[in-house]
């Protein structure tokens, strides 16, 4: 039995899910859950997990996962995208963690609620605050190596780039963070996406 995905690829915890996937060569199945029209509310999908969230995978042996960083932690164990030395591997858990508790609360949740058509003045201004600081600290890191840890693409990368290239849809202006942009672009060739803000190459997302 393949690893089977359920996710919905307007998320991006969704996506680092596919993508890991996609780098390992790892074969798999993707199983469409429309989490905007509740299709991680129905019964079926609890029983898969209980709290009733994307992405989660049904491993090789039946056995049941969820929680994006846990997920993908889990799929590149013994991998290259998995530092072997101890420090550069703790780094890479450090921006993981970060990720999750500092970026993809602020950069995500405004991106979300402006899909949903919320005019920016129904917003709370302080998503916008917060999710410039965490660009900004990303800035300062990227304006001094090509990558988030160890100069070349771990696992980190591939979670913190998810929703730092779908910023510009929460409002998030990116033209302020060139590094970034740089380091989006350097990390969409590496996983062979097409670009996806058009600053960043010079032309129209796709």
């Not at 058009?198 to 032309?203: Q, T």
């Amino acid at each position: 039995m393949a690893l089977t995905i359920y996710g919905d690829l307007i998320s991006g915890n969704c996506l680092k899910v596919k993508w890991t996937a996609d780098r390992l060569g790892i074969a798999y199945e993707w199983i469409p859950v429309d989490v905007g029209a509740g299709g991680a509310q129905t019964a079926e999908f609890r029983r898969l997990n209980s709290a009733a969230q994307v992405p989660t995978v049904v491993l090789e042996d039946g056995r049941s996962l969820a929680q994006s960083a846990a997920i993908i932690i889990h799929l590149a164990e013994g991998s290259e995208l998995i530092p072997a030395d101890p420090y550069p591997r703790a780094k890479m858990f450090e921006w993981l963690f970060w990720e999750q508790y500092s970026h993809e609360p602020y950069i995500a949740v405004r991106r979300w609620q402006k899909l949903q058509g919320k005019a920016d003045e129904a917003l709370d201004p302080n998503l916008l605050v917060r999710g410039n600081a965490a660009l900004a600290r990303m800035e300062s890191w990227l304006a001094g190596s090509p990558y988030l840890v160890d100069g070349k693409l771990p696992l980190a990368d591939i979670a913190l780039v998810a929703y730092t290239r779908m910023a510009h849809q929460g409002g998030f202006d990116l033209s302020q963070f060139p590094a970034t942009k740089a380091w989006i672009a350097r990390v969409e060739s590496e996983l062979g996406l097409a670009p996806l803000y058009p600053c960043c190459h010079g032309r129209a997302p796709v």
